[in-house]
């Protein structure tokens, strides 16, 4: 298995992604992952879905906070956070929208950029599971990703080529649930006293919509990345979803793949 990351065996950046982006060919040629043809993009939200929304955010945190972890880190500054999170929440939208980018806590693309310049932020990159391949030989509902660059499945992955394009300082993570994400985001910041967490996450719109005042309240900034695909689209298939109950695949449409590696690239600089 090779675990050294390809990015780091080029001279500069285009060498490398033209290396990955040939392997990545001449593996799809060979050996396709499954659904690598995505269906048709799921409808977004239904109305019915999307009554009462704030409300279901908040009782699916309590209900599925196991030993109340989430709560229990939130109650460490019960006025900072009640305060971030009482703001958000009467704003119409907790972010602002810039095509698949969710914006939380900053106005713009380029204000991330000049986030992700300075080296004193920890910065995390976060892939939601169901973009996973099928063939994932990590397994989709997990934490883990080899990305082994000898692998004809990780070859192929959108997750796999952004793995290995991160600078090392970067922090990846794979995200099986919400819960996981934030118990996550609230040790890098426990961590990591006095620096600021920022993030690119790809997730869901409904998953976006749901939990960005969760974000807001602990005043963590970045971008969520919308999926496209097999999204949820009602609460059903959220939930069915948070257990590992995910029949079909998303992904990060072409333009947006693009979108994140040029952040990414922008990292290295
Ligand atoms: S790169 Fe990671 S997520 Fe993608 S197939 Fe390989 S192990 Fe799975």
Redesign the pocket.
Known sequence: MSKLKLWNQHANWEAAEQAWDAQAQSAAERQPNKGLKVLPNMPGMTEETARFFKWKAFKWIIAKDHGFKVLKKAMRHPFRYGWNYFKSLFRQKSYLRDGDFFLYGISSVEEFHALMADPSHVFVVGFSYCH??FE???GRFTDQ????AA?P??QQ?F??KA?HALPERVIPVFIPTVHYIGNKIFELMEANPGREVIFIITACEMTLEMFGDWGNMVGIKGIGVRLAGRICNTMKAFELSEEGIKPGLTVVTDETQRRILDLIKLSWE
């Open positions: 996973k391949p994932c030989p990590s990703c080899v990305h082994d692998n499945v990780c992955c997750i796999g793995v």
